[in-house]
């Protein structure tokens, strides 16, 4: 091979020089010529040597072909057949939250007080309710043609005027019907008495179909379950005010006057079998202590022969 060979040209020209001062025999003329076989196999051509473009465009095309041959095809997946799927779903998953917040919510109110405490409450239609100390009143949460509501125990209202919509106040014993109108209903299951006590307007009160008494201002009922019995009374006491402080008993029986003190104040008392009826009549400020109260009552019981002694801080015996 001659140093004229094109493939000897396309070398370097520090290389050419190099090759001419080694091989100067046929020896080296025969091993020259391997070397420019390889050499030129694995030289790139000048035109990449110098120009820097080119040979990043080269290492491009060499990148992209190996990540096709090495990444997995992808899976292209049609939306439209989602979009579908998703329009049935979302609706019925929003009816079903719709259900389960309706069955989840309540269906009925409930307000209760404990001892010596007192509770104003607003019901659905507006009317109010004043809770005398350990009473109870549910209803629900929305009225339908009758305004029913539940008591055990004293509660006093104020009721919203709806002549088409009567407002119905039931006990375990009565049940008292009104349109509107303030009066007291006293309930509570330890007695075997209701009272209902009017203050405005006109109420009715039955047992099961049968009317006990229809009611007008000052009017007060009471019905006794144990021989059903029932009195109608004028009263002029003004414990059926919403706000009164004032423990007002009318003609009451013993066992009322005791309850009404254990729903006012953290004790109790303890009754003697041989204890007499009474009836007492009377009014007394709840802003008394215990001990001040029954010092009263023990006024008012001379006449029975009876009288209340102090047993504990809490506890008191009537003999």
Request: a positive charge; aromatic letters at 8%; one cysteine or more.
């Amino acid at each position: 091979m001659k140093p004229s060979d094109s493939r000897f040209r396309r070398l370097p020209s520090r290389l050419q020089r190099y090759l001419r001062s080694r091989l100067t025999s046929q020896q080296a003329e025969q091993q020259r010529e391997q070397w420019l076989d390889a050499l030129v196999a694995a030289t790139p051509d000048d035109d990449a040597l110098i120009n820097p473009e080119a040979e990043a465009a080269r290492r491009a095309r060499i990148l992209a072909g190996i990540q096709a041959r090495t990444q997995p095809a992808a899976r292209v997946f049609p939306l439209w057949p989602a979009l579908r799927v998703a329009a049935v779903l979302v609706p019925l998953l929003l009816l079903g939250a719709g259900w389960w917040l309706c069955r989840s919510a309540p269906d009925e109110l409930r307000y209760a007080t404990g001892v010596g405490e007192q509770r104003e409450v607003v019901l659905p239609d507006s009317s109010h309710v004043w809770l005398r100390p350990r009473s109870e009143l549910t209803c629900a949460t929305r009225f339908g043609a009758v305004r029913d509501v539940q008591l055990r125990g004293e509660a006093f209202f104020a009721v919203t005027k709806r002549p088409e919509q009567p407002f119905v106040v039931r006990t375990g014993k009565v049940a008292v019907k009104v349109l509107g109108t303030s009066f007291l209903v006293k309930a509570y299951p330890q007695l075997p008495a209701t009272t209902v006590l009017v203050r405005t307007g006109r109420v009715q009160v039955a047992r099961q179909n049968t009317v006990l008494g229809v009611l007008h201002p000052h009017d007060q009922l009471v019905y006794n379950s144990t021989n059903q019995q029932r009195t109608v009374t004028h009263n002029e006491y003004t414990d059926a005010l919403p706000t009164s402080q004032l423990l007002t008993f009318a003609q009451a029986s013993l066992p009322e006057i005791l309850l009404l003190l254990e729903n006012y104040y953290p004790v109790q008392f303890q009754v003697q079998p041989e204890v007499p009826a009474v009836a007492l009549s009377g009014t007394l400020d709840s802003k008394l202590s215990a001990d001040q109260i029954t010092d009263v009552l023990n006024v008012l019981l001379q006449r029975y022969h009876l009288r209340i002694t102090k047993l504990s801080a809490t506890t008191y015996r009537v003999e």
